[in-house]
């Protein structure tokens, strides 16, 4: 399995035809962004979840909606 230098982790992994594929989605995370040294961990998990149901869904990406999926944080 190929493991992303960067983060040095995997977010997700996929098996495709007998082989183990690992993914690091947080630079297209941050990507989706203008500014993305402002973000929160919590923001980019978001945005990953939203990264991976457009990969396999083929749903739409809008980041204007993090704020509404996240609520308010409780304390």
Not at 3 to 23: L, S
């Amino acid at each position: 399995m190929l493991v992303p230098q960067r983060e040095g982790r995997v977010d997700f992994i996929e098996i495709k035809e007998g082989e183990v594929y690992g993914y690091c989605l947080a630079d297209d995370a941050a990507a989706l962004f203008e500014k993305p040294e402002f973000l929160d961990d919590q923001i980019l998990f978001v945005a990953k979840i939203m990264l991976l149901a457009n990969r396999w869904f083929d749903t739409k990406i809008d980041v204007d909606d993090i704020p509404l999926l996240i609520g308010e944080k409780n304390g």
